[in-house]
C-alpha cells in the first residue's frame, strides 16, 4: 500500500507520519491513496473530508466509472450493502432493486467493506487529519477518541489517524492493566479479492506479546493494521472502550 505524509509541523512529523510511505499533506490536510485492486478491500476513511464523510463525497458518484462497486458497511449484527450508481439522485442504490439509497457516512474510525466489481483501482481519500480535541503535555496537535462499544458482540473499526502498524505500539490502542484481555482482532483474509475467513487474536496482558490465539492461548504476533485498513474487534471488558489516540 502506497503512502505519504508530509506535515508541515516538523514535530508531528516526526512522532506520528516517519515511518510511513505515499500519503502526501501540508498543514496536516492532503490525501491517501488506498489500492482497491478487484474484490473486496477492508477499508476506512483515514481524513475528514471538507464536504463531509459521506459516500458521494468519498467516491466517483457521478462518471460512471464506479458503477456497481459496493460498499458494505456494519449495522452491529450484519453488513448493510449499497451500490454506486451515477444514475441514482443519492449516486447510491440497492443492489438487488436498483432503487435509490442514502448514502453511506463514513468517517474516520468506523471501517468498512468495498467490493471492487469493475477493474483494479486506486482510492484516493483528501480531507484533513481528525483532531478531536487540544493537545496535552508534550503533543503538538491534539487527541482524538474511538468509542469501541460492548453493546454490539462486533464493531467494525480503524484507526481515526491516518498511521498504520501495530494496534498498540503504533495505533495505541492499549490494554492497561489487562483491562481489554479477551478482547478479540480479526482481520480479514483476503485472498484473490474473496474473504477466506479472519485472523483472530486476543488482547492478553499475560501473553509476551500481549497477544495470544483465542482458543489453544498460544503468544501471538501483534495485529498490524494498515493505513486506510478496516477491521472488526469483539469487546469484551464489559464497557465501552475509549480508544485514545495523540498527535
Same mark, same amino acid.
Not at 474510525?109 to 483501482?121: E, H, P, R, T, Y
Given at each position: 500500500?502506497?503512502?505519504?505524509?508530509?506535515?508541515?509541523?516538523?514535530?508531528?512529523?516526526?512522532?506520528?507520519?516517519?515511518?510511513?510511505?505515499?500519503?502526501?499533506?501540508?498543514?496536516?490536510?492532503?490525501?491517501?491513496?488506498?489500492?482497491?485492486?478487484?474484490? $473486496?478491500?477492508?477499508?476506512?476513511?483515514? /481524513?475528514?473530508?471538507?464536504?463531509?464523510?459521506?459516500?458521494? @463525497?468519498?467516491?466517483?458518484?457521478?462518471?460512471?466509472?464506479?458503477?456497481?462497486?459496493?460498499?458494505?458497511? =456494519?449495522?452491529?449484527?450484519?453488513?448493510?450493502?449499497?451500490?454506486?450508481?451515477?444514475?441514482?439522485?443519492?449516486?447510491?442504490?440497492?443492489?438487488?432493486?436498483?432503487?435509490?439509497?442514502?448514502?453511506?457516512?463514513?468517517?474516520?474510525?468506523?471501517?468498512?467493506?468495498?467490493?471492487? @466489481?469493475?477493474?483494479?483501482?486506486?482510492?484516493?481519500?483528501?480531507?484533513?487529519?481528525?483532531?478531536?480535541?487540544?493537545?496535552?503535555?508534550? @503533543?503538538?496537535?491534539?487527541?482524538?477518541?474511538?468509542? /469501541?462499544?460492548?453493546?454490539?458482540? $462486533?464493531?467494525?473499526?480503524?484507526?481515526?489517524?491516518?498511521?498504520?502498524?501495530?494496534?498498540?505500539?503504533?495505533?495505541? /490502542?492499549?490494554?492497561?492493566?489487562?483491562?481489554?484481555?479477551?478482547?478479540?482482532?480479526?482481520?480479514?483474509?483476503?485472498?484473490?479479492?474473496?474473504?477466506?475467513?479472519?485472523?483472530?487474536?486476543?488482547?492478553?496482558?499475560?501473553?509476551?506479546?500481549?497477544?495470544?490465539?483465542?482458543?489453544?492461548?498460544?503468544?501471538?504476533?501483534?495485529?498490524?493494521?494498515?493505513?486506510?485498513?478496516?477491521?472488526?474487534?469483539?469487546?469484551?471488558?464489559?464497557?465501552?472502550?475509549? =480508544?485514545?489516540?495523540?498527535?
Amino acid at each position: 500500500m502506497r503512502k505519504t505524509l508530509l506535515i508541515a509541523a516538523a514535530s508531528l512529523a516526526a512522532s506520528v507520519i516517519s515511518s510511513q510511505a505515499g500519503v502526501y499533506s501540508q498543514n496536516i490536510v492532503g490525501y491517501v491513496n488506498v489500492p482497491a485492486p478487484v474484490g $473486496y478491500v477492508s477499508m476506512a476513511n483515514p /481524513l475528514d473530508n471538507s464536504g463531509g464523510n459521506t459516500g458521494t @463525497n468519498l467516491f466517483d458518484t457521478v462518471s460512471g466509472a464506479m458503477d456497481g462497486d459496493t460498499v458494505l458497511t =456494519w449495522t452491529g449484527t450484519k453488513y448493510a450493502q449499497v451500490n454506486i450508481d451515477s444514475s441514482s439522485a443519492t449516486g447510491f442504490s440497492d443492489p438487488l432493486t436498483f432503487a435509490p439509497k442514502p448514502a453511506p457516512v463514513l468517517a474516520p474510525g468506523v471501517g468498512f467493506l468495498f467490493q471492487n @466489481n469493475n477493474s483494479s483501482n486506486t482510492i484516493t481519500f483528501v480531507g484533513a487529519v481528525h483532531v478531536g480535541g487540544a493537545g496535552v503535555s508534550t @503533543n503538538v496537535v491534539g487527541v482524538t477518541t474511538n468509542v /469501541l462499544s460492548s453493546a454490539t458482540t $462486533y464493531v467494525l473499526a480503524s484507526s481515526v489517524l491516518p498511521i498504520g502498524g501495530g494496534i498498540t505500539t503504533v495505533l495505541q /490502542l492499549a490494554n492497561p492493566g489487562g483491562a481489554i484481555d479477551g478482547s478479540t482482532v480479526l482481520i480479514p483474509n483476503i485472498v484473490g479479492g474473496s474473504i477466506h475467513g479472519y485472523t483472530s487474536v486476543n488482547f492478553d496482558s499475560s501473553s509476551p506479546t500481549g497477544f495470544s490465539d483465542p482458543l489453544t492461548f498460544a503468544q501471538k504476533p501483534e495485529p498490524q493494521i494498515g493505513v486506510g485498513q478496516g477491521f472488526l474487534f469483539s469487546n469484551q471488558s464489559g464497557s465501552d472502550i475509549q =480508544w485514545v489516540q495523540s498527535l
